[in-house]
């Protein structure tokens, strides 16, 4: 009998983890836009959190999860997190993944907000690295489709039966099966200064929304507080384990940035740091990371003290490392239930570009990789309990191009559009001019470029619209009320 086929979109952790479980009993093809290493997956440098020693319990990982997310999150979901999480650790030990040891004991780090150190690491600095390739490297049954874009969710009977993809010579091609997992990740390069790989600006989001999936909480979008910043560009994260290990946020004059706004200092939830650290900018104030605390730095941060070489910072003399915010993690996305089910029949949504509530209005540090981990695996065990009816290959036809009636913004003036209307902290005056502004542009697929501005153009829309919705800041989203210059 043939098997069921399961087309996967995204290779990061999410994607590969759900492909790993599911290769042996399905014909699993994974659809990816660069190359199978393009991921935020790969870039993640603090680690993943999990309530693994005998003094920590999930109970008290739910409870700063809770408070990180505002109380917005929802409390089955954050449970299945943070009970389910350090049981798909276990697995992942057993099957020969390894984190950071010394001395047989895990090396936990501690990050913002949480209460002890539950951070595990591999590489000292390259979790998201060994993670993903450990995943990866066992996918000895799936079929690849590297460099292919998908810009649509083929649908039949209000099912989700395929995906159309344009190849880098923008070459249409449609794949077929019983079972679509969006796994695209997020959407921080609709940002100008962002962490995200140049792969991540909200292409599953926008699937999504033209196949009729519900989104939601997306105004919630979190800002990191430390990418490197040299010469008005940003090169990458600075993780906040740095912080963790004593490193602090000062001026160019030397002074504690952090001391007197919250009890927390330097690990305040990411929110409050970001908000700070822009306010500081605006000032006209340069921010840099302070590391003479900071005990074995480069044997702690390998890749990040390779980095600041690569860009010729003199941090070893000088113990500075200049900082500022950026785009970096989505909590909304498309709403699933805990299997990562959407409200349309056979489209599933898993990892970052999924929302199950589990981040609420702000992400606690380090759980987003164990997000993918826990509904990767969720995912597949769901799909394993339900078969669905195999169907003949779909005659549904490939989407048509679209004519243009209006070319489509440059990429890089929406960036900057989009920084300014629905960056830290946003205005209802610029959000509403936003959004009038986005209506001079129509959606194109002709090319992948016309393709992923589209994208970017309808979901920096809808983040607009849910951001003037909410009136009163919460979490992520800050909005200056009563200000409409
Ligand atoms: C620099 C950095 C550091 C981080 N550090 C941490 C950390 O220490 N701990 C933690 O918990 N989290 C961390 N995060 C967040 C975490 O890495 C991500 O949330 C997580 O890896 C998302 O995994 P994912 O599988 O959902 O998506 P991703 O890993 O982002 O993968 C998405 C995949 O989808 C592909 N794709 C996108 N659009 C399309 C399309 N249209 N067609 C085909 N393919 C497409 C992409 O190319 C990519 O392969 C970090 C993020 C960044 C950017």
């Known amino acids: ?3 069921e086929r399961i087309i996967i979109i995204g290779s ?9 479980r599911l290769m042996q009993d399905y014909d699993v093809t994974i659809i990816t836009k660069g190359t199978k290493q393009e991921s935020n997956s790969m870039l993640a440098q603090g680690g993943v959190a999990a309530a693994i020693t005998k003094d920590d319990s999930p ?4 409870r700063d999860t809770f408070q990180a997310g505002c109380y917005h999150n929802k409390p089955l979901a954050v449970c299945e997190l943070t009970t389910y999480g350090p049981i798909v650790i276990q697995k992942l030990i057993k099957e020969g993944m390894t984190f950071d040891q010394q001395n047989g004991e895990f090396l936990l780090g501690l990050e913002g907000a949480h209460q002890m150190p539950r951070i595990l690491h591999a590489g000292g600095d390259q979790t998201g690295k060994v993670l993903t390739t450990f995943i990866q490297n066992q996918l000895t049954a799936v079929q690849w489709r590297e460099q292919e874009m998908a810009i649509q969710i083929i649908k039949q009977d209000h099912q989700a039966v395929g995906v159309c993809c344009l190849d880098s010579n923008n070459q249409l091609h449609n794949y077929y099966g019983e079972h679509i997992i969006l796994a695209t990740g997020g959407l921080g390069q609709l940002f100008p200064v962002t962490t995200n790989a ?8 926008a699937l999504a929304l033209n196949a009729g999936a519900t989104l939601s909480d997306m105004e919630f979008i979190q800002f ?18 740095v912080r963790g290990e004593g490193a602090k946020l000062i001026r160019e004059n030397g002074t504690a940035i952090m001391e007197g706004v919250h009890p927390l200092l330097d690990l305040a939830p990411r929110d409050i740091v970001s908000a700070t650290l822009a306010n500081e900018i605006a000032q ?17 941060f390998p890749g ?5 070489d690569n860009h010729q910072v003199p941090f070893r003399k000088t113990k500075r490392i200049p900082v500022h915010p950026g785009a970096h993690f989505l909590m909304g996305g498309v709403r699933t239930d805990l299997h990562g089910k959407t409200n349309i029949k056979g489209l599933y949504a898993i990892g970052e570009v999924a929302n199950t509530g589990v981040h609420g209005a702000n992400r606690l540090a380090s759980n987003s990789l164990l997000e993918t981990l826990v509904f990767g695996e969720k995912v597949a065990a769901y799909i394993q309990a339900n078969p669905a009816k195999k169907r003949n290959q779909s005659v549904t036809p490939a989407p048509t191009k679209h004519l243009l009636a209006h070319p489509l913004p440059d990429k890089q003036q929406l960036q900057e559009k989009i920084g300014i209307a629905l960056g830290i902290t946003r205005t209802e005056e610029k959000l509403t001019e936003f959004l009038h ?22 979901v920096a829309k809808l983040i607009a619209t849910s951001a003037l919705k909410r009136t009163e800041s919460l979490g992520a989203h800050r909005i200056l009320e009563g200000v409409t210059k």
């Not at 209506?439 to 194109?444: D, G, K, T, V, Y």
């Open 1 to 3: 009998m043939k098997k």
């Open 12 to 20: 990061g952790i999410a994607g590969s983890l759900a492909a790993l």
């Open 59 to 62: 109970k008290k990982h739910f």
């Open 198 to 205: 140049k792969t991540i600006s909200g292409d599953g989001l």
């Open 224 to 241: 990191h507080p430390t990418l490197l910043f040299i010469d008005g560009h940003c090169h990458g994260l600075i993780s906040e384990a």
């Open 284 to 300: 006209g104030e340069l921010i840099f990371l302070e590391i003479t605390a900071v005990k074995n730095f480069e044997s702690r």
């Open 304 to 308: 990040i003290s390779a980095s600041l």
């Open 437 to 458: 502004w986005t209506n001079h542009f129509e959606q194109a697929n002709g090319t992948c470029e016309e393709a992923e501005i589209s994208n970017m153009l309808l």
